[in-house]
């Protein structure tokens, strides 16, 4: 387009053919990002299904070895990290990645040294990346850990709410709530 004379860049047929460009590069963006939703949504739901069919048929042992509160915060933590997170991370990050490769292809074809100069930067970062995932997998596991006794406290003090009003015992699981 840079050597077309600037008349023919405003004529209109130029004009019509980015037009269409811009036009269909839209619908095509926003049709994948629909299906894509889509898909999320039906694996969300299977996923849903699947962990309500397992909490069903488990053995009474695994109710006994595991407090409610813990159940019902793992299942709603997978279940919203599905329908909240996942979706809108992983379609960012397969754009991130379509452009990082359209980006580097680019750049090979136009120079091929930058690719030697690549090749261990993609390295580090694979290694970064192994490292981070770890430790976040680890800081997040401490955390369920550190919460799941809150959340069985008040499941069960909820179950038991008629008891706890007969019994006069507001005050001490309020004590305990705090602790």
């Known amino acids: 387009m840079t050597e077309m004379p600037f008349e023919q860049q405003k004529s209109t047929e130029t004009l019509v053919v980015y037009g269409s460009i811009v036009t269909v590069s ?3 963006t926003t049709a994948s990002s629909i299906c894509f939703y889509l898909a ?3 694996a969300s739901k299977t996923l849903h299904d699947k962990m309500t069919v397992a909490i069903i048929k488990a053995p009474v042992l695994f109710f006994d ?3 409610v509160g813990r159940i019902l ?3 709603s933590k997978d279940i919203g990290g599905m329908d909240d997170l ?3 991370e992983f379609l960012w990050a397969s754009y991130l990645c379509l452009y990082v490769c359209s980006a580097t292809i680019l750049s090979a074809v136009t120079n091929v040294w930058l690719c ?3 090749i261990p930067l993609i390295l580090l970062f694979i290694y970064l990346a192994i490292y981070y995932l770890k430790s976040a997998r680890e800081i997040r596991r401490l955390e369920a850990l550190t919460c ?3 959340y069985s406290l008040i499941a069960d003090t909820v ?3 008629e008891v706890i009003h007969s019994s006069k015992m507001e005050d001490n699981f309020l004590q305990r709530f705090y602790k």
Request: hydrophobic share 50%; aromatic share 12%; proline share 12%.
């Open 159 to 161: 179950a038991g709410l």
């Open 73 to 75: 915060n793992r299942f």
């Open 148 to 150: 799941s006794p809150v």
């Open 86 to 88: 996942l979706p809108v």
């Open 26 to 28: 839209f619908l095509f």
């Open 65 to 67: 070895t595991n407090p």
């Open 116 to 118: 030697i100069t690549c």
């Open 40 to 42: 999320a949504l039906k």
